[in-house]
């Protein structure tokens, strides 16, 4: 392909590397644009469309982190195949056994836990909910009553208007089940798929989900991860009927799925029927370069893919609001077997978050947050860069955690015992491998940085310095 | 047994009638009044503690509907066996087999729906509750991040307080889990009893908890009930871990099930490792005879009973707030696999709820609704009474429903059949048996009284009039 005969429109709404990323992953879709191609160089292209080069690079940062396209080194940009995207193998080399799984600190209680799960709620707008909650609650005696078991429908309105706008994800209100929490409706959907086949997980990954699968009965069996995420040629032809992903920041290596990847899945689950993606987007919201991936799900035409996210991680964890978006025939089927279920959240509350959705709180809330984990993230990473910390960050840039590979010669081991012992948590990878993995990244920890101050950062790698520097 | 040598305490704490109610009730407890032994005649007791009758008469009818005594008509009160109660089989006729199971009315709506589950929230105290949340919002920010998994220290504590004194409940506040809803905690138990046997279940009963236990997994088993409720010699020996009974006030019979059947069941638990009662105690709050029988909790020494209950029934059903007392056994189970799990219910939910209960507003709105209830369920039966039918109430005088008998001659199905074609929806008491029961009471129909007016039930019971008594 060496031109491009698209009108950029400059006062558009949309910026123009939106343009450009629009336009070239348009292509590929439509099959005018072939795996193998290289696109044009930077330079003219920006000559070409009269655009700066900046502008060109942009979009074609997104398309690379997005999978559509990949850089060769003094080459350029060359696009990938859409279904059988070619992903390098990991090359970690293997963690020696010994190591491998890493023992639990022997502290109680530590200066400074770099636990994943914390949520920054110092920006929440307090008032803001305050005053809709008063509203809401002087509003009638109609939401005492019970009110429709999944969900009441200005939120659910609410919710698939904020999906399709943000996250590319098709859906009508009608197939949306809010519920209280992720872990109650990782639940519900392994009731749902029981009997059906086994739910495939991301090792390392979510023990959570291994554990609320088995409890509700269901069977699982835990797949190996390359650098594109869940290996689709692992899942097996039988036995099993869903894959469990975090496609937007995988939980909790960080990796970004590629496209490629994402339609190798899709194409798994279409190649039979009764198989389903279960996409969680835990906490896609948060993405610091580019635009966010859509999400699988609005990728999907054949109704393969379950969505779940959550409003625990981007508003508060005590409000217990999590939604499902179920395909068609799942939707069906929840409707005769748990029809009768009373929703299990509070109708006040649901309807403070329907007016903090549509009256535009949240997306201000959203952006504010942003930006907030974004500069918690870089206050990190100069804290850690401070003390001459020699380390590399692998995944995305997104979320409100990242794993860092450690090179000062230490194992992973060693590393999280020692960081303990001066009185600093910080998560082993091995810690989230639910089975053992060999090829996992050595010398890797997991730090989650949502809540902590800029001079907490310095203090916590004061600490570290003398753990991981002596 | 010819004379009591107990003393009254008249400027005690307590109503005389609960002293007496006490006392007898102890001295059978302690084995000095037996079973069969005859009571002093109302009108001596009377004379030798120098009280009005009216008050031995009320002592007298709490010991008999609890099943401590048995009244024989024109004899006087005779104490009954504690652990092995002596229960009169349930004497109705079989009902002809076609008109058993009663196939559902052809009309979508209803202009009168007597339907059980809803709750008359025209008395809640709104003022007071939004007044509470705001202070709880206003409070702090610490109640956005996660909370306790099993709920909030402050209203497990209010919790377990109320549940000693109203409910007899013995418990710490250590061994309450809160959670979004009675369906998502039987779901809960259902989970932790999971591959230790079937949970036997009452017949006619909950459908929704049958349904419930199976889509986590679950096996049941339906048993029989006579006129003291859930048959304990029906359960069999092996196979069995759990039966779930509402003894308060079993639904949909309405029975409250006598202090020996509440100690055969216990019996039945206690003679083997591994078995539990499960008591919903679903509304328990509303009795209108006497005091409410204690839990059957608060009566086990054992540890083998797990008590349920909601707070959706007695404030609104959009407060989604249940919860499990759990004992210590199943309580170091539910830590290790669900400890990872968070509540599922928002925490100013829970705090607001706290106060509402430990500043005393619960208490208050109880007696408000219990009033309002017992007020609705009188005009509804004065306006059966009203059109002239001959009907007869099963059950105790209890809850927020019954099932009556109706004397018309017609049978079950044609009593649902006609009201529906006259616009009012009752309900078969064949339609909450998960499978058929032979001995079932004939024509006899489930309402539910809660949220009508006074004109309601008097434009219902005429619609009623033209349908079953032509």
Chains 1, 2 share one sequence.
């Not at 491998?100 to 799960?117: M, V």
């Not at 002087?138 to 609410?158: C, E, F, I, T, V």
């Not at 088995?214 to 069977?219: K, P, V």
Request: proline letters at 6%; glycine letters at 10%.
């Amino acid at each position: 392909m060496d031109s491009f005969t698209f009108t950029l429109q400059p006062h558009g709404g949309k910026p123009m590397y939106e343009q450009i990323y629009e336009y070239i992953a348009g292509e590929m879709w439509a099959g005018r644009l072939r795996a193998g191609e290289k696109l044009p160089s930077r330079r003219s292209l920006a000559a070409h469309l009269r655009v700066s080069q900046n502008t060109v690079d942009t979009a074609y940062g997104m398309l690379a982190a997005e999978g559509y396209v990949r850089a060769v080194p003094k080459s350029g940009f060359y696009a990938c195949a859409l279904e059988r995207l070619s992903v390098q193998p990991a090359g970690a080399e293997p963690e020696p056994a010994q190591d491998a799984p890493a023992s639990p600190p022997g502290r109680d209680r530590f200066l400074y836990d770099f636990r994943t799960d914390t949520v920054d709620t110092s920006i929440f707008p307090y008032t803001t909910w305050a005053k809709l909650s008063r509203e809401v609650i002087a509003g009638g005696d109609s939401l005492l009553n019970r009110g429709d078991p999944q969900g009441d429908p200005p939120l659910r309105r609410a919710i698939a208007k904020y999906l399709h706008e943000f996250r590319g994800v098709n859906c009508s209100a009608d197939q949306i089940v809010v519920g209280a929490g992720l872990e109650y409706l990782i639940g519900l959907t392994a009731q749902l798929l029981r009997g059906m086949g086994k739910i495939a997980l991301e090792n390392p990954g979510y023990e959570r989900t291994r554990r609320i699968i088995r409890n509700c009965g269901g069977d699982t069996v835990c797949l190996p991860l390359d650098r594109a995420g869940l290996r689709a040629d692992s899942l097996p032809g039988d036995g099993v009927c869903a894959a469990y992903i975090t496609p937007s920041h995988q939980f909790p290596t960080g990796v970004v799925m590629p496209i490629g990847r994402r339609m190798e899945l899709l194409a798994w689950a279409c190649r039979a029927p009764g198989r389903y993606i279960i996409e969680d987007d835990y906490d896609s919201e948060f993405r610091y370069a580019g635009r966010p991936i859509p999400a699988l799900q609005g990728l999907d035409q054949h109704g393969r893919v379950i969505y779940l996210s959550t409003f625990s991680k981007c508003i508060a964890p005590s409000i217990r609001v999590a939604y499902l978006v179920l395909p068609q025939d799942l939707l069906i089927q929840y409707r005769r077997v748990f029809g009768a279920y009373s929703s299990t959240v509070s109708r006040f509350e649901q309807q403070t978050l329907a007016r903090f959705l549509s009256e535009g709180h949240f997306g201000r809330h959203l952006n504010r947050t942003r930006l907030l984990y974004r500069r918690q993230r870089s206050q990190l990473i100069q804290s850690l860069t401070g003390i001459g910390l020699p380390f590399e960050i692998l995944g995305g840039n997104a979320g409100v955690h990242f794993a860092m590979r450690v090179k000062n010669g230490m194992t992973e081991h060693e590393l999280v015992q020692r960081a303990a012992d001066c009185g600093v948590r910080v998560y082993g990878l091995s810690e989230y491998c639910m089975v053992p993995v060999e090829d996992l990244p050595r010398s890797t920890v997991v730090l989650g940085y949502a809540g902590f101050s800029a001079a907490d950062f310095q203090r916590a790698a004061a600490l570290l310095k003398q753990a991981w520097m002596p």
